[in-house]
């Protein structure tokens, strides 16, 4: 199975900051590398899909890029409402794994 | 606007059995792939099965191959996950998710998971 590693595990940030997050794949998932916001309590909520496709309704503020087994989550500048756990997840011949996730905090 | 909504969980002691149900609606139900993932705060987030559109292929994931069993009903849009021979270690909430989606006759394998219910929560403990 493809494994999934996520760095940071956790970050502080102030609101306006730029954050980036990576997630690496420990073999090729080409493109197949979706991204998702999760709030205490709640369902995981999908952002970004296909390493760079923006969900319809999901702000501008977040980007996606990568390929392969590298990939990254960018928010352009945070607000309020971004603070959060952040995940990847990929899909390979029938089977999607997650990465263990980022804590995004307030600084 | 799609809502999902699972049901069915509880304690339920080692070695027993649950079934859990996923009640769908705001989409064309038999035109998704339909999934259960389930987190844990010490696994994270584990996908667990997928069944296709129609019903006719399912996918497992290794740790519960042979102790789980995914199914639909298409007349009622609705999902289940028999659960059977249950461990400690099956303890976790349980979301449905949709998946790939059937379009004039051309259906896409899931790759991402768009919409997700509230979630069930398993214990299982003695």
């Known amino acids: 199975d493809i494994q999934m590693t996520q760095s940071p595990s956790s970050l502080s940030a102030s609101i306006g900051d730029r954050v980036t997050i990576t997630c690496r794949a420990s073999?090729?998932?080409?493109?197949?590398l979706a991204w998702y916001q999760q709030k205490p309590g709640k369902a995981p909520k999908l952002l970004i899909y296909?390493?760079?496709t923006l969900e319809s309704g999901v702000p501008s503020r977040f980007s996606g890029s990568g390929s392969g087994t590298e990939f990254t989550l960018t928010i352009s500048s945070l607000l309020p409402d971004d603070f959060a756990t952040y995940f990847c997840?990929?899909?390979?011949?029938?089977?999607?794994?997650f990465g263990p996730g980022t804590r995004v905090e307030i600084e | 606007e799609v809502h999902l909504t699972e049901s069915g969980g509880g304690l339920v002691q080692p070695g027993g059995s649950r079934r859990l149900s996923c009640v769908a609606s705001?989409?064309?139900?038999?035109?998704?792939?339909l999934n259960w993932v389930r987190q844990t705060p010490g696994k994270g987030l584990e996908w667990v099965s997928n069944?296709?559109?129609?019903?006719?292929?399912?996918h497992y994931a290794d740790s519960v191959k042979g102790r789980f069993t995914v199914s639909r009903d298409n007349a009622k849009n609705s999902l289940y996950l028999q659960m059977s021979n249950l461990r400690v270690e099956d303890t976790a909430i349980y979301y449905c998710?949709?998946?790939?989606?059937?379009?004039?006759?051309?259906?896409?394998?899931?790759?991402?998971?768009?919409?997700w219910g509230q979630g069930t929560v398993i214990t299982v403990s003695s």
């Open positions: 069944i296709t559109a129609s019903g006719t292929f399912a």
């Open positions: 705001g989409f064309t139900f038999s035109n998704f792939e």
């Open positions: 998710a949709t998946g790939g989606d059937c379009k004039t006759g051309v259906c896409h394998h899931t790759t991402f998971f768009r919409h």
């Open positions: 296909e390493a760079s």
């Open positions: 997840q990929q899909y390979d011949r029938f089977s999607w794994t």
């Open positions: 073999q090729s998932v080409d493109r197949w």
